[in-house]
């Protein structure tokens, strides 16, 4: 491929991220709102038992189940359709799967709204004798949240029909639309009425709908395509099966990880705020993994689909290695500088209300090692969609039964010798997790490098070197600045609580800034001039 026309890929997937990159800027911003009104005004115990039983590990969990295996499989299938058939085969095999999806869904809700107590039982450790208000709580927030896993699972079909067509935008910014309406309805609920749980539940069912309205939006012109088909036969419908059967089993195991680490093994503590704290640990490091290596993936899978159709495995591999350095100098600083800084920004994120100095300590130990998976998660993210560019799914699938059962036997060993100790146990937790995602990594990268040129050796480990010392460098002299301006200067200034937060945030930003800057230049890390010059020459090119 000429430079010519490299250029204009590169420049093509930037424009794309650039789209998607402003809807995920307004959907982690409402999700940041979102965690912080809910940590205001929800009680630790509400907050476990609504959303992270019954919202997280039940009906997102459910979604994700779609998302994570339909929507890889079914772009590629229906790009290909669209390609070498025509549009109209490509909307018969897109309407079967919505049929099928809409049947699959009424009846997993229906489930869900006459067997809640079932569902909880298999989620937790409670039961009727158990923690029997928990319970209660729990079964009766499952029930009333069951039609939201219609309206968001709908939406995964219809992102993805987005992306058929190149409108990223719409697509992103349904999610947006989702997390502004729950915000909407929990603070229409401070003010307005005393039962802010059911509010919630109510707001996240209201988004749910909402998100399906925007891309229904989106695909305006196509809404005379829709209709009711069941077409099994159809060519296009049976590869969507095969590529799809294996992920889908892969999928099930890690929400069956995620599961036993957010709600069941930390349930059976009996101690309120455990979930709470994994799961808002989590909200930081999952706003920078959409906001960039998601985004981008996304951007490029459809690129990535036309490359292997044209059987470019070279080209695929320079924009994986050229992305992938690129993602591995933001992150790698970035999650050392959120390690050295993890209790004063979770005290500025979070704290106040129900949201106490307890909640800020075990959330900043969740928060610090979570974030430090974002180098690997940002390598993963784009080695996932070369996979399902070459519709690869058995190797990534066995891969993610692999490490999520590592996790699992992590936390259930953590629970079984240190489970009095819940600080540790959520530090073990999190730890695991974010270990064995760069294992995973790992292994991904050494199966596609088997016809893919990704990350030459040499090269790939003297960078990580560098960038290791930097970072490392500029990590402890940061974490110095600010012990010794908390000494010394802050009593002089009288700075305490946010203030004082909000200062060592600033201060230890601003050394960590310069020494890491200083040292990219001196050790020639490259990467992070290429990230902000191919951003700043695009928003140039806008201007003009």
């Not at 005004?41 to 039940?58: G, I, S």
């Not at 499952?142 to 039609?147: D, I």
Request: glycine share 8%.
């Amino acid at each position: 491929m000429g430079n010519g026309k490299k250029g204009v890929l590169e420049k093509n997937i930037f424009k794309a991220g650039v789209f998607v990159l402003v809807a995920h800027l307004l959907f982690k911003l409402a999700g940041l709102i979102q965690a912080k009104v809910m940590g205001h005004y929800l009680p630790q115990e509400t907050f476990d038992v609504v959303y992270a039983v019954a919202f997280e590990n039940c009906i997102y969990m459910l979604f994700l189940l779609g998302e994570e295996s339909l929507g890889p499989s079914f772009l590629p299938v229906f790009m290909r359709e669209m390609d070498t058939e025509s549009e109209a085969s490509a909307w018969t095999f897109a309407n079967t799967v919505l049929t099928i999806q809409l049947i699959l869904l009424l009846a997993v809700s229906a489930v869900l709204m006459l067997c809640p107590h079932w569902v909880v039982s298999c989620l937790t450790t409670w039961s009727a004798s158990h923690s029997p208000e928990k319970f209660e709580l729990a079964a009766q927030s499952v029930r009333t949240l069951a039609p939201a896993v219609i309206g968001l699972s709908l939406g995964t079909t219809t992102y993805v029909l987005l992306n058929g067509y190149k409108r990223f935008f719409l697509a992103a910014f349904g999610d947006a639309v989702w997390k502004f309406c729950v915000v909407a309805f929990l603070v229409a609920g401070a003010f307005l009425s005393k039962n802010s749980a059911a509010m919630l539940m109510w707001g996240l069912v209201a988004g749910a709908l909402c998100k399906v309205a925007t891309h229904l939006f989106g695909l305006r012109d196509k809404l005379p395509q829709f209709r009711f088909t069941l077409d099994f036969r159809h060519p296009a419908f049976k590869r969507l099966c095969w590529l799809m059967l294996p992920l889908f089993v892969g999928i099930i195991v890690a929400k069956i990880r995620d599961i036993f680490n957010g709600s069941y093994i930390l349930s059976a503590l009996d101690e309120s705020g455990l979930m709470q704290a994994n799961s808002m640990g989590r909200k930081f490091q999952s706003t920078f993994l959409f906001l960039v290596p998601h985004t981008l993936a996304i951007a490029v899978f459809p690129f990535f689909c036309e490359l292997v159709d044209q059987n470019d495995q070279r080209k695929l591999g320079e924009l994986l290695t050229r992305f992938g350095r690129m993602l591995m100098a933001l992150f790698i600083p970035l999650s050392l500088f959120v390690a050295v800084v993890s209790v004063p920004l979770t005290s500025v994120l979070f704290k106040g209300g129900h949201f106490d100095a307890t909640a800020v300590q075990r959330t900043s130990i969740s928060l610090s090692l979570y974030t430090a998976v974002l180098p690997a998660a940002a390598i993963e993210a784009l080695l996932m969609r070369a996979f399902f560019a070459n519709r690869r799914m058995v190797s990534v699938t066995l891969m993610g039964i692999i490490f999520s059962g590592l996790s699992v036997a992590i936390s259930w060993l953590g629970l079984r010798y240190f489970g009095t100790y819940d600080l540790l146990l959520l530090g073990i937790i999190a730890g695991g997790f974010t270990l064995t995602r760069y294992f995973k990594s790992l292994a991904l990268i050494g199966l596609l490098r088997k016809n893919t040129p990704i990350f030459p050796f040499a090269s790939t480990l003297l960078f990580l070197l560098r960038m290791a010392v930097v970072s490392a460098l500029a990590g402890g002299i940061g974490w110095w600045s600010g012990k010794a301006a908390e000494k010394w200067l802050f009593p002089t200034l009288k700075l305490t609580g946010l203030k004082g937060d909000l200062a060592t945030i600033l201060i230890v930003g601003a050394v960590f800034s310069v020494i890491f800057l200083a040292g990219a230049v001196l050790f020639r890390i490259g990467e992070i001039r290429d990230f902000f010059d191919v951003i700043t020459a695009k928003l140039k090119k806008r201007k003009v």
